[in-house]
Nanobody
């Protein structure tokens, strides 16, 4: 089992920045790929960014490329999502997820999920 706890959400003006954290406990975090997902009001949950445990490679949804950066510190069992140039359409609950065997698009294999942290971007 892996337990995930997100933090760092809040209210920010458009153009601002936030850094989300995902603290992991339980099994060896370094052997899990990690992803960030978000769900806006009235919309389905969508993939935002993922980072592989095997080679550290990262992938992003097109809408956040160049603005968001995913990273991880295995020594601290923590993952991060740095969000810059935030837009009102980034408003959502952001979830951290982890999995051992994950598809390349991170749409399957994420077996562990946090409870989410709310990000609100005002215009």
């Amino acid at each position: 089992q892996v337990q995930l706890v997100e933090s760092g959400g809040g209210l920010v003006q458009a153009g601002g920045s936030l850094r989300l954290s995902c603290a992991a406990s339980g099994r060896t975090f370094s052997r899990y790929s990690m992803g960030w997902f978000r769900q806006a009001p009235g919309k389905e949950r969508e993939f935002v960014a993922g980072i592989s445990w095997t080679d550290g490679s990262a992938v992003y949804v097109d809408s956040v490329k160049g603005r968001f950066t995913i990273s991880r510190d295995n020594a601290k069992n923590t993952g991060y999502l740095q969000m810059n140039s935030l837009k009102p359409e980034d408003t959502a609950v952001y979830y951290c997820a982890a999995g051992r065997i994950v598809s390349s698009d991170y749409k399957s294999g994420m077996n562990y999920w946090g409870k989410g942290t709310l990000v609100t971007v005002s215009s």
